[in-house]
């Protein structure tokens, strides 16, 4: 794959090995391939109270989180990267830098049902701040919200968990024209297929708990931007204000992770297809959501605005709750748990598990059906995910 953007000299596959971690063989350097984890919460000044090294306090600055910023920074093809202790303290650092009270949201109905508790709950209720849900898979519905308060597009693109896309680039025109901040969570698809910003996006997030770590280990998120004075606002927020840096040790985790992200995308992504292909042949699924196949109704923009279509498939089974509550209790593979992107395969029924709070009028209106399950496919072999849903399937 080439590099994330024309900035990188090296392709995308090498960037996630090298970039943020050249070994230190300045002379008293360690020579450290890999990064150390600098767990000092405060560094020695010298007699005049100035950093000797560069560090005053690890909230102001961290070398482990400096070295994770630049990493996913680069994947990112972008200016500035900041890593934050969860993918929500990256979304409400986000908000709460880029907006004021009174100010007016247009968000994608399917967002991820956390940034939505957020929203409604906490920015609608202590800080006047309206937010609108639109069906942004059109881009007209989004221009047609704008009014003269609105400062924030909040997209995410595929959505959680029904796998619906919005497209960025004319989004991201329509935001231009009224002078709005674009805000795109990317954390279904990752920068390995799909970078907002070279998209026109102002700000892209991420739940980096998820693929960019991918090892079921970690919490943390991201925010990335080539807006130098967002950037800097950004910074204020987390140093002096909301603080919810990533810490060291899961900075590391992440490090290490992200080495194999191209591999594991690569894998995720073959195991997804095979998987939606297998379901969508099965007598006892009614519907298949994944943007890789033919049938889905944004496969097009898919294949356009991302390099690869992602390893999560969401799908429906004939029959209604309790069938679908006892086909995910009945596999071995696939573990039933929440969350997604790790090597791992999971499975989840959203009306029990994840949706549960939503009321059913508002969750039915948003296509989570009574029978929908989500299975975010690991990186094991295909073939045995396949025989533990044909076991699961045979039962019902
Ligand atoms: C799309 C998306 N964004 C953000 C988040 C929140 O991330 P975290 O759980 O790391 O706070 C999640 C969590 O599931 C998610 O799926």
Same mark, same amino acid.
């Given at each position: 794959m080439e590099g994330p953007s024309e900035r990188s000299n090296h392709t995308f596959e090498t960037e996630a090995i090298h970039a943020g971690e050249e070994p230190d063989l300045d002379p008293g350097g360690t020579g450290d391939l890999v990064s150390p984890?600098?767990?000092?919460s405060t560094f020695a000044m010298d007699e005049t109270g100035n950093p000797s090294h560069g560090y005053k306090y690890s909230r102001l600055g961290n070398p482990t989180r400096e070295a994770l910023d630049r990493r996913v920074a680069t994947l990112s093809g972008a200016d500035h990267a900041m890593t934050f202790a969860s993918g929500m303290a990256a979304i409400a650092t986000t908000c709460l830098t880029a907006l004021e009270s009174g100010d007016h949201v247009v968000a994608f109905d399917g967002i991820y049902g956390g940034t939505k508790v957020f929203f409604d709950e906490y920015l609608a209720d202590h800080f006047d701040v309206t937010v609108e849900y639109v069906d942004a898979t059109d881009p007209e519905a989004v221009a047609d919200a704008v009014v003269p308060e609105t400062a924030l597009f909040w997209m995410e693109s595929p959505t959680n968990p029904l796998l619906k896309l919005c497209d960025i680039e004319a989004i991201a025109a329509i935001a231009d024209g009224h002078d709005v901040l674009l805000a795109v969570d990317n954390t279904f698809a990752t920068p390995y297929f799909q970078r907002p910003l070279a998209l026109g996006a102002d700000v892209s997030v991420h739940s980096t708990t998820k693929y960019l770590n991918g090892h079921t280990d970690s919490i943390g998120g991201a925010i990335v931007t080539d807006d130098d004075a967002f950037a800097d606002r950004v910074r204020f927020v987390q140093e002096y %204000?909301?603080? %919810?840096m990533m810490p060291p040790f899961d900075c590391y985790l992440v490090l290490r992770g992200s080495k194999t992200l191209p591999l594991r995308m690569r894998q995720h992504e073959a195991n997804a297809t095979r998987v939606a292909r297998y379901l969508s042949e099965h007598e006892k699924v009614t519907a298949v959501h994944y943007p890789g196949l033919e049938t889905h109704p944004q496969h097009d923009l898919a294949a356009r605005q991302m390099d690869g279509f992602g390893g999560i498939v969401s799908f429906e089974i004939d029959g209604g709750a309790a069938e679908a509550r006892a086909f995910v209790e009945s596999l071995d593979l696939f573990t039933l748990a929440v969350s997604l992107g790790s090597v791992e395969s999971l499975i989840e029924h959203p009306v029990s598990m994840s949706a549960s709070y939503v009321p059913e009028e508002e969750r039915l209106a948003s296509g989570i059906t009574d029978s929908l399950i989500r299975a975010p496919i690991g990186v094991e072999s295909a073939d045995d995910l396949i025989a533990d849903l044909e076991r699961g399937l045979e039962h019902l």
């Open positions: 984890i600098h767990l000092s %204000a909301l603080g %919810a």
